[in-house]
């Protein structure tokens, strides 16, 4: 990669990835509700709007804020991240007590530490934000893992949660860098690019096993769709995804709503990735109206 890329650019790509991002979150999440059947959107029939977010477009509107402000900073988007937290837009149990720790005040490196018996958490929440991330610094994939992995770090201390979010942001600085340059990389070479730069563990293993294969059921099947909503059974699958419809959104969600599972955050991870590569002019314009707006705060950054 041999563009240069100033603020103005940077933060454009991000909230190009985010707007991706966030359809795919709530467009997904209408097929996690009783009544609607992932047939339909085979058929062109979209669930009625509005199409709300989740959690994944709330962390990822908190990353775009904190980047925005210059160089990334990880107190200040843990100390967003637990103010602005809404446990009602889909949280998982464990996130909401790290969160509301951050909140009162507990150190994040302690609050991510301590999760799940010491653990530390390997969901796939650190991965669901991060392809703004990625956009942002599309002008390196070895900054964008490193920045990948500072920024899963502020919740998620496993290995694999780390993994995950490096992986996504690796991805999304590929999809946007082919964007600049005009080259879109063949799917088998995305997947084996990304997974040079994510940690040994299941996460690349995923990827690697994902490189060879060439049909949805199939990788469903064998990568996982986030059922166990971790990072090594969601993001190999979503990534995969992503790299096979990288210039084709709607294809790209509605390979993710008829595999099932995890189906807003793989649809958000998706698309993020490749709303990165396409733009805003590759998200459906019915599929932007359709999804409730983003919080207001966002506006602070020069979001939506």
Request: aromatic share 4%.
């Given at each position: 990669m041999s563009f240069t890329l100033f603020p103005g650019t940077r933060l454009a790509l991000a909230?190009?990835?985010?707007?991706?991002?966030?359809?795919?979150d709530a467009l997904g999440a209408q097929y996690l509700?009783?009544?609607?059947?992932?047939?339909?959107?085979?058929?062109?029939?979209?669930?009625?709007?509005?199409?709300?977010?989740?959690?994944?477009?709330?962390?990822?509107?908190?990353?775009v804020v904190t980047l925005a402000e210059g160089e990334f900073d990880r107190d200040a988007f843990a100390e967003r991240l637990g103010r602005l937290h809404d446990p009602y837009r889909g949280y998982g149990p464990g996130a909401v007590v790290m969160l509301r720790e951050i909140r009162d005040g507990l150190p994040w490196p302690i609050a991510a530490a301590a999760a799940f018996d010491g653990e530390g958490s390997c969901g796939n929440g650190a991965a669901m934000r991060a392809a703004p991330l990625g956009a942002w610094h599309a002008d390196s994939l070895a900054h964008a893992a490193a920045q990948?992995?500072?920024?899963?770090?502020?919740?998620?201390?496993?290995?694999?949660?780390?993994?995950?979010?490096?992986?996504?942001?690796?991805?999304?600085?590929?999809?946007?860098?082919?964007?600049?340059?005009?080259?879109?990389?063949?799917?088998?070479?995305?997947?084996?690019?990304?997974?040079?730069h994510t940690p040994a563990g299941l996460v690349r293993e995923g990827l690697l096993e994902a490189a060879a294969i060439t049909r949805a059921d199939e990788a469903a099947h064998r990568l996982g769709a986030g059922a166990r909503a971790l990072a090594q059974d969601t993001v190999p699958f979503a990534l995969w995804t992503a790299a096979r419809h990288l210039d084709d959104y709607p294809a790209a969600i509605a390979t993710c709503v008829t595999a099932g599972g995890d189906i807003d955050t793989t649809a958000a991870i998706?698309?993020?990735?490749?709303?990165?590569?396409t733009g805003l002019d590759g998200i459906p314009a019915e599929w932007l109206s359709a999804r409730e707006p983003l919080p207001p705060w966002l506006a602070s950054a020069g979001g939506e």
């Open positions: 909230c190009e990835s985010l707007a991706g991002l966030s359809v795919g509700m009783p009544g609607n059947k992932p047939s339909a959107l085979l058929e062109s029939r979209l669930p009625e709007p509005p199409w709300e977010w989740t959690d994944d477009t709330e962390e990822a509107c908190c990353l990948g992995a500072r920024a899963a770090e502020v919740t998620h201390s496993h290995p694999e949660g780390i993994a995950g979010g490096v992986a996504v942001t690796v991805a999304a600085a590929m999809a946007a860098a082919g964007r600049l340059d005009g080259h879109r990389p063949e799917p088998a070479q995305f997947l084996r690019a990304v997974a040079a998706a698309g993020g990735v490749v709303a990165a590569h």
